[in-house]
């Protein structure tokens, strides 16, 4: 199989992190509940996964916080900062994970502002300013899109955030791995990402980190392992947000994972997926009867979208799969109204993700298949 759906998750993945979550499994206790040395060394592996997640992110390791994806970082997030009557800017690039959670709130009397998309996927930033209001509390949109690859200026929402007192959530999901993301830098509040796509972690990890004095309301409480007696989550970070087992096995896993972009160098694996795509995008973009979505102009993530004349986009990703072997990913991708933007709401759109193991021979290959198809 030539796996190109990569956005959805990496199923290559660093032996080291394969042996980490092994190892894990036949040691780790549970963290933080009891005394042996299996329960502290569980501790242990997920205090050193902290701090290298918050040198990865510039962020203080205290504030990382734990979770089973970045669906359910983003719902910490959203749902326990904002209230009645706060009002939220958001953009048409979002994934169902930020989308839902803020339809959810408007049900609940927050209001919530999009900036539009045009036809190529692209936003105007201009439309921050527009859309700003004297009860804005907050911009929530994506650091890059899992449809057409549009990156964001995250350096200048992130200006626009603190010039106007505004808290900035980022969703990192098709970032956090293939760009430096730096909270500091970019003025980030909270950042949330998933482990199992281009951090080449294993599923079922992920989180969100919370810059010192951002204070979230708690999605869940229950068992912490601590202050046992009190009726209320304790207050303290990371423990206010992490009720409950963590995924001990998983963040081994993920460790390993921070270690290997560590040692590659996250601008190398940049470069190298760049290519890839690059590779790709030049070989289809003038295939009779293929439309390609999205903006090659500009800085984007390893993502190309397209559709073969009407075909439906399902037909053509189930024929990509059963006669070349090439796994993709087709429909509207959690996406909708960047769908609506682009007009594909209907036909879908057939995407095509790389990462850091694939190889140019694995692109020409899905170049052909794309241009058969075509024919």
């Known amino acids: ?70 669906t359910e970082a983003l719902n910490i997030a959203i749902s326990g900062l904002f209230s009645k009557g706060d009002h939220i800017i958001s953009t048409d690039l979002e994934h169902n994970s930020v989308l839902r959670p803020l339809y959810r709130l408007q049900e609940s009397g927050v209001d919530v502002s999009f900036l539009p998309a045009n036809r190529t996927g692209n936003i105007d930033y201009d439309d921050f300013d527009r859309l700003l209001q004297k009860n804005t509390r907050a911009v929530v949109c994506t650091h890059a899109s899992n449809l057409t690859g549009t990156v964001t200026d995250v350096h200048k929402i992130g200006e626009f955030c603190q010039k106007h007192g505004l808290l900035f959530v980022l969703d990192a999901s098709q970032a956090a791995g293939s760009f430096p993301v730096d909270m500091e830098r970019d003025h980030i509040d909270v950042l949330c990402f998933t482990g199992h796509k281009a951090m080449l972690g294993p599923q079922g990890t992920g989180g969100l980190c919370v810059r010192e004095g951002v204070s979230i309301r708690p999605f869940k409480v229950g068992g912490t392992g601590v202050q046992s007696h009190l009726k209320q989550q304790p207050e303290q970070m990371p423990t206010k947000l992490e009720a409950g087992t963590l995924n001990a096995h998983g963040i081994a896993g993920l460790s390993a994972a921070v270690d290997f972009l560590q040692e590659i160098g996250i601008n190398n694996i940049r470069r190298k997926e760049e290519a890839l795509t690059k590779r790709f995008y030049e070989g289809v973009k003038d295939i009779d009867g293929v439309t390609v979505y999205g903006d090659f102009s500009c800085e984007r993530a390893p993502i190309v979208s397209l559709n073969i004349r009407d075909y439906p986009s399902s037909a053509v ?23 609506e933007a682009l007009g594909t709401d209907e036909q879908g759109a057939v995407r095509f993700s790389f990462g850091y193991f694939n190889t140019n021979e694995e692109i020409d290959a899905a170049i052909c298949a794309v241009e058969e198809i075509a024919k």
């Open 1 to 70: 199989m030539i796996y190109l759906d990569n956005a959805a998750t990496t199923i290559h993945k660093p032996q080291a992190v394969i042996d980490a979550v092994v190892s894990a499994m036949n040691s780790l206790g549970n963290s933080g509940r009891g005394a042996s040395d299996a329960s502290l060394d569980a501790s242990r592996v997920i205090f050193e996964a902290r701090q290298k997640l918050a040198s990865l992110f510039h962020c203080r390791a205290d504030h990382v916080v734990f979770t089973c994806n970045a």
């Open 317 to 339: 990703s189930d024929e990509l799969m059963q006669h070349y072997g090439i796994a993709t990913r087709s429909g509207a991708h959690c996406a909708p109204r960047l769908h």
